[in-house]
């Protein structure tokens, strides 16, 4: 697909790379800023400890987060065994140690082993998840013990990259949801040692890579050449339709003959010749879930 910098108000997807150190508020504002636009937001938190791929919607792009949150994410963990921390990472207090005899890099791959496939999660303590309508950090923080209820995620690749004795480098790919801190707390339970995480990468979210991710010290010089278009990294098929077609978007006229649709199912974004994305529609029998497109030339968005 081709890069987009449509005239006005950028629109598209930025891939960026967060530096440890940085929120992801943190980083949406800084791109804000260079790119001279409120209209910004991120695919999945990082945290500030962690680095790595954090892609950004911008403009218009931002009605489409939700196409591409729940893609594939792939982490690359540093683990120390031995210790284990109220927050499951470097950045907690210790609550907990173990000594040797630590397990050999046969011991930690089966361990993994056990982790791969749809499994049930209890997520950290130390969270953005809610109860009650507020963070279960806020509640730890005011001395409760609070633990989320388990639920159901999708490892669909945990690898050992390196290591020995207390320190080892993992490799996971993961679906939506899934904290590698609770992965790296699990873990040590397998192998018996206390655990937590003491780095953190993510190396991709779906089709956004690392290695071509825009750092932030590079961005004012480099968004303009990296900015995708607003169809590229959908988790959703897209159907390109002619020009003829956009007349029957802007009125909401309906689609369920069109023969673009003949054979698709679920979600679909409807995209012009520059990738743009003119609508998200759903069925059969198809519906509008969100037009991107008031008039001819205009990608101002509403939902329906």
Known sequence: ????????EPKGWLNVYKPVGMTSFEAVRRVQR???TRRVGHAGTLDPDACGVLPMAVGSATRLLQWCEDV?????????????????DGAGLVSGQSGPPFPSATDVEQGLNYLVGQVLQVPPQ??????QGRALHEWVREGHSVWPAPRLVNVQDIRLISGTGRRWQIEAEVGKGTYIRALVRDLGGLVGHAAHLEALERRQVGVYAAEEAVCMDHLEREWRKALKPPAFGLAIKTVSVSDTRKKVLVHGRPIEQWPELTGFNGEVALVDDRDDVLAVVVGPPWRYLKVLLRTIGDESDRTR
């Not at 697909?1 to 006005?8: I, L, P, Q, R, Y």
């Not at 594939?72 to 109220?86: A, E, F, I, N, S």
Request: charged content about 20%; aromatic content about 6%; glycine content about 12%.
């Open 1 to 8: 697909m081709k890069n987009t910098v449509s005239e006005g």
């Open 34 to 36: 260079v790119l001279n």
């Open 72 to 88: 594939p994410k792939r982490y690359r963990g540093w683990v120390v065994l031995g210790t284990m921390t109220t927050t499951g």
């Open 126 to 131: 130390v969270s953005a998840l809610k109860r």
